[in-house]
């Protein structure tokens, strides 16, 4: 195990870095470290045996891509922090845009990275609250397909690669220092400017806005114009002149 930030000044200030060869899921780990927390911690792994993706999914990584989970205590409601994905998004976007053209990329409600259409990066939170209105701690699992997209036949989004689209090769831990950094100035836009900030910055990146798409949640399925995303982050879609709210689905187009 390592501790260490790579001595190249991009590691932000006041945040911990654990860099793991093996471990079961780097969200295990982080609800492992969480009670003793002492600041803001990524956790990244080169492997994982039992990793996890959204609905109970398992994710498929690779070597050299990266694994990594931030886990942190931060003073808000859980409502706020499930926010925090559309700021991973927005860091995801800013990161990848170094080794790629930034054209090729978009955003996809809730927590997706398109590359060339095909998802490059997924986004799992994870948050517990015993009492009172704030959570105790949240935990923000990131995998990114850097080097290989793993064969993937459950998704209408095929895993792409970075190298394998073309952009530069890059080290799970280099791209984790870039990571690290996009992330921190995104909590800074939030404490400055609040999540209206946030939400613009998605929202430019954002794929097929103003287009038709259909959302599925666990009961039924919607199509409609993709209008925006509110202030609390939910998608907006227009059906038949009128605005549907969706707090939670997955999106298709
Ligand atoms: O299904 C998704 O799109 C989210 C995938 C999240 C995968 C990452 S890899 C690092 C962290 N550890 C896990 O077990 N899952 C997340």
């Known amino acids: 195990m390592s501790t260490e930030p790579l001595p190249h000044g991009l590691w932000p200030e006041g945040y911990a870095l654990v860099v793991l060869d093996e471990v079961d899921s780097t969200m295990a780990e982080a609800r492992r470290r969480a009670p003793a927390?002492?600041?803001?911690?990524?956790?990244?792994?080169?492997?994982?045996?039992?990793?996890k993706g959204r609905r109970g999914r398992t994710w498929l990584g690779g070597d050299g891509n990266l694994a990594a989970t931030l886990v942190y205590k931060p003073w808000c409601t859980p409502a706020q922090a499930a926010n925090r994905s559309f700021m991973v998004a927005n860091a995801l976007f800013e990161s990848?845009?170094?080794?790629i053209d930034r054209s090729a990329l978009s955003l996809k409600w809730p927590n997706d990275v398109l590359l060339n259409g095909g998802k490059v990066a997924g986004i799992l939170?994870?948050?517990?609250?015993?009492?009172?209105?704030?959570?105790?701690?949240l935990s923000i699992g990131i995998g990114v397909n850097l080097s290989k997209a793993p064969h993937d036949l459950r998704t209408e989004f095929a895993p792409v690669s970075l190298a394998g689209e073309g952009g530069e090769v890059v080290a799970p831990e280099e791209f984790l220092h870039v990571l690290a950094g996009h992330f921190a100035t995104q909590e800074l836009k939030l404490g400055t400017w609040g999540f209206p900030r946030i939400r613009e910055d998605w929202l430019a990146n954002a794929a097929r806005l103003g287009e038709i798409v259909t959302a599925r949640t666990a009961t039924r399925e919607i199509t409609g114009v993709f209008e925006t995303v509110d202030q609390a982050g939910n998608l907006i879609l227009r059906v038949e002149g009128r605005e549907v709210l969706i707090p939670a689905a997955d999106v298709y187009f």
Not at 37 to 51: E, F, G, H, V, Y
Not at 96 to 99: I, K, M, Q, S
Not at 125 to 137: F, I, K
């Open 37 to 51: 927390l002492d600041r803001p911690t990524w956790i990244m792994a080169r492997r994982q045996s039992n990793a």
């Open 96 to 99: 990848l845009a170094l080794y």
């Open 125 to 137: 939170l994870e948050s517990a609250s015993s009492t009172g209105p704030l959570v105790d701690w």
